[in-house]
């Protein structure tokens, strides 16, 4: 069964910090994993998908890693701004097919000017 | 518009009602997700659905719960004798070939039992 953690369950930090957000996945056979931004009251937004061919993808000031052997992604934050304030959601599909979304409980991020 | 899009944005109804959330997926993704979340927490896997293939029901919480997707596009979750326990924001989300590609979401139906 997948099971998703994310650690922190949140960070504050002042402008300009870089940042590592951490998920770890019980089932290490995915086919990728996804990371996502929920602000307050909103939707979830897509940041990026990592294929599990795929090492790592970025995206601007974003750079996701995935290390299926030791069941870990993480998500680096570059340069932080205020604007970055929000809920990072890791997802990771559901084992051996494709189907449902597993999702961790989120990092709750607050960026201080 | 190309994304998701969910409706009502806000619902209010009385403990024991009916209501029907609606979905719309991005047009010619075969796959469409309901999740629910709750006030401060994380998401709960609801119901999956696939191009054809009978949907994975097994988040659904009771028999309250249904859902169904017509013509493989739009989706309509539907809760029977609507229960405080109920209130939460009810999210949709699709991806062209399920959960191998990436997931879109809409912005979610707020459901409030009164």
């Known amino acids: 069964k997948q099971e998703v953690t994310q650690i922190p369950a949140a960070l504050s930090v002042p402008e300009g910090e870089n940042l590592v957000l951490n998920c770890s996945f019980t089932?290490?056979?995915?086919?990728?994993l996804q990371w996502f931004r929920q602000d307050p009251g909103k939707g979830l937004t897509s940041l990026l998908l990592?294929?599990?061919?795929?090492r790592e993808q970025t995206s601007g000031r974003l750079n996701a890693s995935l290390d299926k052997s030791s069941g870990r992604s993480t998500l680096y934050i570059a340069a932080s701004q205020p604007g970055d304030s929000a809920t990072y959601l890791c997802?990771?599909?559901?084992?051996?097919?494709?189907?449902?979304?597993?999702f961790g409980a989120g990092t709750r991020l607050a960026v201080h000017p | 518009g190309a994304g998701v899009s969910q409706s009502p944005s806000n619902k209010v109804t009385e403990k024991g009602k009916d209501v029907e959330l609606r979905c719309d997926p991005i047009s010619g993704h075969t796959a469409l997700y309901w999740y629910r979340q709750s006030l401060g927490q994380g998401l709960e896997f609801l119901i999956y659905?696939?191009?054809?293939?009978?949907?994975?029901k097994s988040g659904l919480p009771s028999d309250r719960f249904s859902a169904e997707r017509t013509g493989g596009s739009v989706s309509t979750l539907t809760i029977q004798r609507t229960q405080q326990e109920d209130s939460a924001v009810y999210l949709c989300a699709s991806s062209l070939r399920g959960s191998n590609t990436e997931a879109f979401f809409g912005q979610g139906t707020r459901l409030t039992v009164v």
């Open positions: 089932d290490s056979a995915i086919y990728n």
């Open positions: 659905f696939q191009g054809n293939s009978a949907p994975d």
């Open positions: 990592i294929q599990s061919s795929q």
């Open positions: 997802a990771a599909p559901f084992s051996g097919g494709y189907n449902k979304l597993i």
